[in-house]
């Protein structure tokens, strides 16, 4: 006989399931302005405080508080908002061109317009971003043209990547935008790669890796922080924990204890929470990053705490699996609106130039769509040549490559 | 010309490449300092410092990651692993990520880089030091993939690999590290000092990725190899006395089929050879390739010689290797048909 009781597997549950009342008790709303501003070059053992609290700027009634305040003028603000709006504008015509059989598939960020599109306001030219899906937010606050990614979106003829990628799976070079793979956390050790690959060279350029928090659960996140931690890579790891990944909640991936910055602490990275859906706060902390990376410091972890509003993708319905009023309950607001209060607070903004931009931002975005469909949609018009297909597996074009080519046709 | 091991030539060929191009960075487990476990890469971080040559975490994965981030950036990283029997943790990275990010992103990124990996048995490795992972590669499109069977050829295909603008694997025999061999595990190793192949070009040369080479000629039937099993081959044409054509593919993807076909349209018969297991090996792809292009030339079945469909046995590793006596009887029963 064994005198030990009988074991039993743990496994964690979200807090409510479709029917319930919402519960956001474990986000600890720390007070704007209540978070330390460390110097950038603080030694990580003295800030581990940052991965468990969350760095907030925007307070309930708009003002920016805080040591992390007061890094952005009024015209910057504006742009920022304008980026937002401009990211759900976007997605809200995607998402219909979706549902209308002009694409297969899309992914809006509705909710999380501020990580990205105030993150890119940090970087600077020539560094280089490896996003995973929803970080279109970079390109459209550097000005990538929405018609190209449209072109994207329907493989039409003119698409810059010639069919061949799954709609929104976006590449730019030239705007600092590693090519999205479909595997999750590749792309984050890649980042780690290409920022080595800065030092060595005595470059001054950065790289910043972005994943979900349900993806940390890869190997390649932990090979990650291996390799940026032990080589001191500049660059800024992201994390972006929207609370879900497809139906899974954030707790499968994390545990019930602990948050995800504070995975960066046994690694000896600085780690820093943040208020995803304040734009002020994610411009403060990726700045912060952006400078220790730029000075030799090494890389920094970066949790954004956001909530995504929307459906995971098109194919996803999170009635299934989550209370339909939760986003409302979310206690961090919508960033856009956020945004637009603190503007109209400090007096340059009003309700109706907001309303009047609104209208501005959707026809900008209904002439893209316009010459977008000029080019085709992916059942109709113009689409790249099946001769597509074959070119560019290789540099240059092998024989039994061009073989089967020949075979079908082209 | 200098009288080199296949391990100097790998080392030779890294060694000109960094020289010539400050892009060229070599790390993976235990390549700096100590200069990797068979000492390829002694020697490099002495002379091209520590952040051209180091030492990587044990973490294949992070390690191909890390170089094709590195690639993105503009260097050329050749890398290590340390076995392919390792490769499987970075297999994600390699045939999703590596080989497609030229063609996803429509050219705006691409990948030079190089994953150096010592392969196959005859070493009493043991099941996890001794695989043979080619057709793993081959089935993957935008990888190249190099098995060189001498130091000449290691040198040449090494530098060529490097400089290539796409993902190359290198795989590399480890049984001929030292010395070519004939699949006699009972006799000893002549060293490459004694051959012709071991004289190799002290500087810069490339051979061209793709291209096979005709290392016996013959009429009687023609044998298809890579790696080890060039030298098994031709020990055992020796032995058997049959006029058989030795064709040495270096370049498995891409692959020289006008060479091969041309051989086969003149023998009118074809044995493949190599190590890895038979099921959905690469000689399958050989032999359909002979079928589909050669089959009214050919005068009897095309037959394949190679490992057995199970994991690499430790101790009965020399009734696994498949050597000159096992050749010699596919020879003997094609010439029969
Ligand atoms: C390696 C891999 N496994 C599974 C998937 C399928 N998949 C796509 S998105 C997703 C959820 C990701 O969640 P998270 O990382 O939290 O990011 P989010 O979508 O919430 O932004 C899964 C499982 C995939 N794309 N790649």
């Known amino acids: ?410 | 010309m200098a009288r080199m091991t296949m391990i100097e030539a790998v080392r030779s060929a890294m060694d000109v490449s960094m020289a010539r191009d400050e892009n060229v960075v070599v790390f993976g487990e235990d390549v700096g300092y100590f200069g990797g476990v068979f000492r390829c890469t002694q020697g490099l971080q002495a002379k091209y410092g520590k952040t051209r040559c180091f030492d990587a975490p044990i973490s294949e994965s992070g390690i191909v990651g890390t170089a094709i981030g590195m690639a993105a950036y503009g260097l050329k990283p050749c890398v290590e692993i340390q076995f392919a029997d390792y490769m499987y943790p970075a297999y994600d990275q390699i045939t999703q990520e590596a080989a497609r990010i030229r063609y996803r992103s429509n050219g705006d990124f691409t990948c030079p880089i190089v994953l150096r990996m010592p392969t196959g048995g005859g070493i009493f490795g043991g099941q996890t030091h001794s695989q043979s992972p080619e057709a793993l590669f081959t089935h993957v499109c935008g990888l190249k993939v190099i098995v060189p069977s001498n130091p000449y050829d290691a040198k040449g295909l090494l530098i060529a690999a490097i400089e290539d603008p796409d993902p190359v694997m290198f795989l590399e025999p480890k049984r001929l590290y030292n010395g070519p061999f004939d699949g006699h595990h009972e006799r000893p190793v002549i060293p490459w000092s004694r051959h012709e192949l071991g004289d190799v070009p002290e500087g810069h040369f490339t051979i061209p990725i793709g291209k096979a080479e005709v290392r016996r000629q013959g009429t009687a039937v023609t044998v298809i190899a890579y790696g080890t099993m060039v030298h098994v081959a031709l020990t055992a044409a020796e032995e058997t006395g049959i006029d058989a054509e030795v064709i040495d593919l270096r370049s498995l993807l891409p692959l020289d089929l006008e060479t091969i076909v041309q051989s086969v349209k003149k023998t009118g018969r074809c044995v493949v050879v190599h190590e890895a297991t038979l099921t959905s090996g690469f000689g399958a792809e050989v032999a359909a390739l002979v079928q589909e292009h050669c089959f009214f030339h050919l005068e009897s079945p095309v037959l394949r010689v190679t490992g057995w469909d199970t994991p690499y046995p430790h101790a009965q590793e020399w009734d696994y290797f498949p050597g000159p006596l096992r050749v010699g009887r596919a020879l003997a029963e094609v010439m029969e048909a």
């Open chain 1, 1 to 410: 006989m064994n005198e030990h009781a009988h074991l039993s597997l743990h496994v964690p549950e979200p807090a409510v399931r479709p029917g319930g009342q919402p519960d956001f008790s474990n986000v600890k709303n720390a007070r704007a302005g209540a978070v330390p501003r460390p110097d950038v070059d603080a030694a990580p053992e003295t800030i581990r405080d940052l991965a468990y609290s969350i760095i907030r700027v925007l307070n309930r009634d708009g003002e920016a508080v805080g040591p992390w305040a007061g890094l952005l003028t009024d015209q910057d603000l504006l742009t920022g908002l304008r980026n937002m709006m401009k990211l759900r504008a976007f997605d809200a015509r995607m998402l219909m061109a979706q549902r209308q059989g002009k694409t297969s598939f899309y992914m809006q960020h509705l909710g999380e317009e501020a990580v990205s599109c105030a993150f890119r306001k940090a970087l600077e030219k020539g560094d280089m971003n490896f996003p995973t899906y929803r970080q279109a937010g970079l390109l459209i606050a550097d000005d990538y043209p929405m018609v190209e990614m449209m072109n994207q979106i329907f493989s039409n003829e003119s698409d810059p990547l010639r069919g061949r990628q799954l709609p929104i799976m976006y590449s730019s070079k030239e705007h600092g935008f590693f090519t999205i793979s479909g595997n999750l956390a590749t792309q984050y050790v890649q980042a780690v790669g290409w920022a080595m690959a800065s030092a060595i060279k005595n470059d001054t350029r950065i790289a910043a890796a972005w994943i979900g928090d349900g993806s940390t659960a890869e190997s390649d996140f932990h090979s990650a922080l291996v390799f940026a931690s032990t080589y001191k890579a500049p660059v800024i790891l992201n994390i972006v924990n929207n609370q879900w990944a497809i139906s899974t909640f954030q707790g499968i991936a994390r545990g019930g204890s602990g948050t995800f910055a504070a995975r960066g602490l046994g690694f000896g990275i600085p780690a820093l929470r943040v208020d995803g859906n304040d734009y002020l706060a994610v411009y403060a902390v990726a700045r912060w990053a952006a400078e220790r990376a730029r000075r030799n410091l090494g890389p920094t972890l970066i949790e954004y705490v956001t909530y995504r509003v929307g459906a995971h993708s098109t194919s996803d319905d999170p009635s299934a699996y989550r209370p339909k009023t939760e986003s409302e309950a979310w206690p961090l607001g919508d960033p856009v609106l956020r945004l637009k209060k603190h503007l109209i607070l400090r007096g340059s903004w009003s309700e109706e130039r907001h309303t009047q931009a609104e209208a501005e931002i959707m026809d900008e975005v209904i002439q893209a769509q316009k010459q977008a469909e000029g080019h085709g949609t992916l059942h109709a018009g113009g689409r790249p040549s099946v001769r597509d297909i074959f070119e560019g597996v290789y540099a240059e074009m092998p024989s039994h490559i061009r073989r089967q080519r020949q075979k079908a046709g082209y």
